[in-house]
C-alpha cells in the first residue's frame, strides 16, 4: 500500500482539479445568467411600462372620440325627434281644422234640413187640405153623375166592364187574326219546302193489294182433280195450309181466301206446284205444302234483310227481321204494308235530316212503326200495341217505342221523332192511289164531318167538299159577327181534331154573308 500512493494521488489530483474547475464554471456561469437575466427582466418592465402609458393615452383618446361621436348622434337623434314632433303637431292641427270645418258644414247642413222639413210640414198640410177638398169635389161629381146617367157605381162598373170585354173580344181577334195568319204562312211555307223535298225523292209505286189469290189452271178438269176424290184433296189442302178453297164457275181459276197472308201464299206456291206436277194426292199435298212453308220463310227472312239493307239501318234483333219479312204479305186498303213501312222510313229520314236530326233513329222508327201488323191475326189488340210490346220485348230504343206507340195518336207525341213518323205515316197513307176505301167507311165520314161543324151555335148550314178534305159552313150573320168568325173556326177545327180520325188535313172554310133587299113600288 505505501508503494502505492502516489500513483493513486497521481490519478485522483486530476479528478479533483477537473471537479473543482467545474463547479467554478458552474458558479460564475450561474451568475452571469442571472445578471443577465435581471437585465432582460428590468428592460422588460421599462418596456411593459411604456406599453401600458402608450396604451391607456389610445384608450383616453379614443373614449374622448366616442364620447364626442354619442354626443353628435343624440343631438342629430334629437333634432330628427324635433322635426317629427313638429310634423305630427302640424298634422294634427290641419285635422283638427278639416274636423271643425265638417261640424261646421254639418251644423249647415242640419239648420238647412230643419228649414226644408218646416216647409214639407207646412205642404203636407196644403195637400190633405186640398185631398179633402179633392175627396169632397170627387164625392159630389160622383152623385152629379148618378144622378145624370141613372146609374150606380156598381152599374156603372158592369158597363164599363162590359164595355171593355166587348173591345178586347174585338181586339183579340184581331190580334189571333194576324198571329195566326203570320205563323201559318211562315209554318205552311216551312212545311210545304220539307214535305215537298221528301215526296220529291221517294219515289213510291201505286200497288192496290187483295187479300186473295187467284190460281190460274190449264184446263177445267184440273178443278176435279184438286178436288179429289169424295173431296179428299181440297180437304187435305185446307186443313194443311189453313186456307179456303174457292172452287166455282170462274173458267180456269181458283181462288184462295183467307185473314192470314202468309198461310195464302203458301197455299198458292203449294197449289201451282202440284198443277205443274200433275200428281196431286194427299201424300203429295202435304210435302207440297211442307217445301212451299220452308220457302215462304225463306222468303220472309230475305224480305226482312232486303227491307233493313234498304232502309239503312242496322242492329235489328233477328226475330223482329222476320216479322219485317211477313209483312210483305201484309196489306191494309190494298197497300202493302212492307212497301208502305219502307216508304215511311224514306220519308221520317228525309225529314229528319231537313230539320237537322238523326236521320238513322227516324228511318227505323218509320221502318218499324207497323210491326204490329204482322202478328195483329195472331194476337188480340190493336197493331199499335202489339208493335209497342213487341218492341221493347227486342230491346229497341224508348225513341223508336214512343214513335211506335204515338203514330196512330193513341198518345201524344212528346218527341220530335214522333211527330215525324206520323207526318210520314199520313204521306204515305193519304197520297192518290195508296189504299182503298169502301163507300160506306167514306159516307160516314163525311156525314161525321158535317155533324161536327153543325154542333155549333150561329151555323145555318155545312157542307163537306172533295172528298172530306173541306168543309164549308155558312153562319147566321145576325149571330156570328167577323171577329167571332175567326174564334169559331177555331173551335170546329179544335172538335174536329178531337172527334174525327182522317188523313191529312182539313180545311174549315166559314162564309158569313149580309144581305140587304128592297122593293121599289
Known amino acids: 500500500m505505501p508503494i502505492h500512493l502516489p500513483l493513486v494521488l497521481q ?10 474547475c467545474a463547479v467554478i464554471a458552474f458558479i460564475a456561469g450561474s451568475n452571469h445568467r442571472k445578471h443577465t437575466a435581471e437585465a432582460e427582466i428590468g428592460s422588460a418592465e421599462q418596456e411593459a411600462k411604456r406599453l401600458v402609458n402608450e ?27 324635433e322635426r317629427e314632433i313638429a310634423d305630427r303637431r302640424k298634422d294634427v292641427q290641419r285635422q283638427e281644422r278639416r274636423i271643425q270645418q265638417k261640424e261646421e258644414t254639418l251644423d249647415k247642413k242640419l ?13 203636407t198640410k196644403k195637400i190633405d187640405e186640398r185631398l179633402a177638398e179633392a175627396e169632397t169635389v170627387k164625392k159630389s161629381q160622383f152623385e152629379m153623375l148618378e144622378r145624370i146617367s141613372g146609374f150606380s157605381i156598381d152599374q156603372a162598373k158592369d158597363y164599363l166592364l162590359k164595355k171593355l170585354e166587348d173591345e178586347l173580344v174585338h181586339e183579340k181577334a184581331i190580334k189571333i187574326m194576324e198571329i195566326e195568319q203570320q205563323t201559318k204562312d211562315d209554318a205552311d211555307n216551312k ?5 215537298s223535298l221528301a215526296i220529291q225523292r221517294c219515289a213510291a209505286d201505286h200497288v192496290a193489294e187483295a187479300t186473295i189469290s187467284v190460281v190460274p189452271l190449264p184446263n177445267d178438269e184440273m178443278k176435279g182433280r184438286i178436288i179429289g176424290r169424295e173431296g179428299r184433296n181440297i180437304r187435305a189442302i185446307e186443313t194443311m195450309t189453313g186456307v179456303d178453297l174457292i172452287i166455282d164457275d170462274t173458267p180456269e181459276a181458283i181462288t ?17 206446284r202440284l198443277i205443274s206436277d200433275g200428281r196431286i194426292h194427299p201424300a203429295r199435298i202435304e210435302e207440297m205444302v211442307e217445301k212451299a212453308r220452308r220457302e215462304v220463310d225463306a222468303t220472309i227472312k230475305q224480305e226482312g234483310e232486303r227491307a233493313i239493307i234498304e232502309a239503312g239501318v242496322n242492329g235489328i234483333h233477328p226475330e223482329l227481321v222476320k216479322l219485317l219479312g211477313r209483312l210483305r204479305y201484309r196489306t191494309s186498303y190494298g197497300q202493302n204494308v212492307l212497301n208502305h213501312s219502307l216508304e215511311v222510313a224514306y220519308l221520317s229520314g228525309m225529314i229528319a235530316s231537313e230539320l237537322g236530326l238523326d236521320p238513322t233513329i227516324a228511318r227505323r222508327a218509320g221502318l218499324l212503326h207497323d210491326i204490329g201488323k204482322a202478328l195483329d191475326h195472331e194476337i188480340e189488340g190493336s ?8 218492341a221493347r220485348r227486342y230491346k229497341e230504343g224508348e225513341a223508336v217505342v214512343h214513335a211506335i206507340h204515338a203514330h196512330h195518336g193513341d198518345v201524344e207525341a212528346k218527341t220530335v221523332i214522333a211527330c215525324i213518323v206520323q207526318a210520314a205515316d199520313a204521306i204515305s197513307a193519304a197520297r192518290p192511289g195508296a189504299r182503298r176505301e169502301n163507300l160506306e167507311n167514306y159516307i ?7 155533324e161536327v161543324a153543325s154542333s155549333f151555335d150561329g151555323v145555318s148550314s155545312c157542307y163537306a167538299i172533295q172528298a172530306g178534305r173541306e168543309i164549308r159552313i155558312m153562319v147566321k150573320p145576325e149571330v156570328v159577327n167577323d171577329e167571332r168568325m175567326v174564334l169559331l173556326a177555331r173551335e170546329i177545327c179544335k172538335k174536329i181534331e178531337d172527334d174525327l180520325d182522317y188523313p191529312g ?3 174549315v172554310n166559314i162564309i158569313r154573308e149580309s144581305r140587304a133587299i128592297e122593293y121599289a113600288k
Do not use: C, M, W, Y
Not at 191 to 195: L, V
Not at 383 to 388: E, K, M, Q, R, S
Not at 444 to 450: A, C, S
Open 55 to 81: 396604451a391607456i393615452k389610445t384608450a383616453e383618446a379614443k373614449k374622448k372620440e366616442t364620447i364626442l361621436e354619442g354626443k353628435d348622434e343624440i343631438h342629430r337623434q334629437r333634432l330628427e325627434a
Open 11 to 20: 490519478i485522483l489530483l486530476p479528478i479533483a482539479v477537473g471537479v473543482v
Open 256 to 272: 184462295l181466301s183467307s185473314f192470314d197472308p202468309v198461310r195464302r201464299e203458301v197455299a198458292r206456291i203449294a197449289l201451282e
Open 383 to 390: 197493331h199499335v200495341d202489339i208493335g209497342v210490346d213487341v
Open 111 to 123: 239648420e238647412h234640413l230643419e228649414a226644408k222639413e218646416e216647409a214639407i210640414n207646412a205642404k
Open 505 to 507: 188535313q182539313i180545311k
Open 444 to 450: 160516314k165520314r163525311l156525314e161525321k164531318l158535317e
Open 191 to 195: 212545311a210545304r219546302e220539307i214535305i
